[in-house]
């Protein structure tokens, strides 16, 4: 019986990954973690406060639940970490580390840990980005996935340690709030557009980035942990493709349902961010090695944020 341990529960991927984990193994085969406990207090499931700095207090849970897979989720994310670089560095990385050491320790099955898209840079082929090319990040978050994935290809390769990756896109979902990274805009604009019916972007209009609906990036997780090891080639992380738009895009699709929205453009911090990125992905390894395909288009993510944001907000009305 598989038991697992997930840290960074409680963020945008986290919380969404946890409840399809409780779904395929068990609710009490499911272990979330963060450094803060849940809000609510309620929380479905398993959960303890953790701090992935801690490296004691993770073999601790590993050896009083006999943990045999983790997700380490647990970092700073792009935005974030821009205002606090050496933090980022520390918990990304030493997070990290405490974990392959671990799992390296006590023959964890399995290891997921996110990367992204952040791993590319300036000099980078923008579109159709390749899975081997220039990765020569301008952000702290981006060089701590690019020194991530080499650390996975390295314990895996030295240590022979089963560890997975993929490097998401910007991933939108209706379920949490953005955690502070440089896409979080394509969450914001949902929420803004039912409060205010109006949105201020902090990107250009035209910065097309590659993007994904979270059911896709979760079924794309497990869809990895599953595949048989002996046909995965690539030991840093995959690249996936979702679908690619502008905020101009966004909004577009928007207006399609709620057409009096109105959207202007005042680029920040973020923008210097997103142009350093691709614009679209190629994940020919993905689909060859382990069958991906994504589900959901731009016009498909609008309709279910929407819907599922209209039920939220009538439900807090009505409570």
């Not at 079924?219 to 738009?245: C, Q, V, W």
Request: with cysteine; charged share 20%; glycine share 6%.
């Amino acid at each position: 019986m598989e038991q697992i341990l997930v840290t960074g529960a409680l963020g945008q991927l986290g919380t969404e990954l946890v409840a399809e984990l409780q779904n395929k193994y068990g609710t009490e085969q499911v272990f979330a973690t963060d450094i803060h406990p849940p809000m609510n207090k309620k929380y479905h499931g398993n959960f303890e406060a953790l701090d992935v700095l801690e490296k004691k207090a993770i073999e601790g849970l590993i050896l009083r639940y006999e943990i045999t897979q983790i997700y380490h989720l647990a970092a700073i994310l792009s935005a974030n970490a821009e205002k606090s670089p050496n933090l980022a560095w520390h918990i990304n990385m030493d997070g990290l580390i405490n974990v392959l050491e671990l799992a390296k320790e006590h023959k964890i099955n399995k290891v997921y840990w996110p990367s992204s898209i952040a791993v590319f840079g300036p000099d980078t082929p923008k579109t159709n980005t390749p899975q081997n090319t220039v990765m020569n990040p301008n952000t702290i978050y981006g060089i701590t996935k690019v020194a991530g994935e080499k650390l996975c290809a390295y314990y895996n390769e030295k240590f022979d340690l089963d560890i997975r990756s993929i490097r998401y896109p910007g991933l939108i979902g209706h379920k949490s709030f953005p955690g502070g990274g440089t896409t979080d805009y394509a969450v914001e604009i949902y929420h803004e557009a039912l409060k205010t019916g109006k949105f201020s972007a902090p990107l250009a209009e035209n910065e097309m980035l590659p993007m994904m609906f979270m059911p896709d990036a979760v079924r794309a997780t497990l869809e990895l942990m599953d595949a048989d090891k002996e046909k995965l080639s690539i030991k840093t992380s995959y690249n996936i493709a979702g679908t690619s738009f502008t905020p101009k895009d966004i909004a577009k699709s928007i207006q399609k349902i709620i057409p009096g929205f109105n959207i202007n453009f005042h680029p920040d911090f973020r923008q210097n961010i997103a142009a350093s990125w691709p614009n679209s992905i190629d994940d020919s390894y993905a689909r060859n090695d382990w069958n991906w395909k994504v589900a959901y288009n731009l016009d498909d993510i609008t309709k279910e944020m929407i819907s599922h944001l209209r039920i939220k907000r009538q439900a807090i009305k009505v409570y």
